[in-house]
T-cell receptor
Framework: GESVGLHLPTLSVQEGDNSIINCAYS??????FIWYKQESGKGPQFIID?????DKRQGQRVTVLLNKTVKHLSLQIAATQPGDSAVYFCAESTGFQKLVFGTGTRLLVSP | DADVTQTPRNRITKTGKRIMLECSQTKGHDRMYWYRQDPGLGLRLIYYSFDVKDINKGEISDGYSVSRQAQAKFSLSLESAIPNQTALYFC??????????????FGDGTRLSIL
């Protein structure tokens, strides 16, 4: 399969566990944040986004938490499934829709 | 995302050749982007366009050029390819920002190898 990062931080979990993927962002002026999932051989797939006027947003099995004080973003995946195995990227934007991506975290889910 | 189509999916070529990567979208979005992905570096923005004929440089535009002749199409060119341009290239689209930032939607990429 395609390797999108040879030395990515890796999170290994068991199927059914909850997963938490963390991201530290760099720009205190960033006002929009987004999480993507990238599977081997595919492009990044939108998961969930959050604006800076919020600190939590929930989707289907996913929750994003934003802590602007420490410039930290997290993605929580409930009841992780083998199909969740992928590389996850956070990205930030200060407007004009120019996204700055993090380097990614690989999530490995064992049956 | 099948609504954003990139061609070719794979390309191997030689140093000095001119290469064009194509992107087309059926999402009706105004905004289009080209990114490059290298291992350990995430995605980096090469060029972006907010409308037909609008072209803006991104973080790493040197050695690349783009063309946006129609809303649905955004092409990326390497005028004289060099080996360090070997990478995965992604096109993305987004709706206009009238309601604030909107998610970008990506194609499945072009793997470009320059020998």
């Amino acid at each position: 399969g395609e390797s999108v990062g040879l030395h990515l931080p890796t999170l290994s979990v068991q199927e059914g566990d909850n997963s938490i993927i963390n991201c530290a962002y760099s720009n205190s002026a960033s006002d929009y944040f987004i999480w993507y999932k990238q599977e081997s051989g595919k492009g990044p797939q939108f998961i969930i986004d959050i604006r800076s006027n919020m600190d939590k947003r929930q989707g289907q099995r996913v929750t994003v938490l934003l802590n602007k004080t420490v410039k930290h973003l997290s993605l929580q995946i409930a009841a992780t499934q083998p199909g969740d195995s992928a590389v996850y990227f956070c990205a930030e934007s200060t407007g004009f829709q120019k996204l700055v991506f993090g380097t990614g975290t690989r999530l490995l889910v064992s049956p | 995302d099948a609504d954003v189509t990139q061609t070719p999916r794979n390309r191997i070529t030689k140093t000095g050749k001119r290469i064009m990567l194509e992107c087309s979208q059926t999402k009706g979005h105004d905004r289009m982007y080209w990114y490059r992905q290298d291992p350990g570096l995430g995605l980096r923005l090469i060029y972006y366009s907010f409308d037909v004929k609008d072209i803006n440089k991104g973080e790493i535009s040197d050695g690349y050029s783009v063309s946006r002749q129609a809303q649905a199409k955004f092409s990326l060119s390497l005028e004289s390819a060099i080996p360090n341009q070997t990478a995965l290239y992604f096109c993305a689209t987004s709706d206009h920002g009238g309601r604030g930032n909107q998610p970008q939607h990506f194609g499945d990429g072009t793997r470009l190898s320059i020998l």
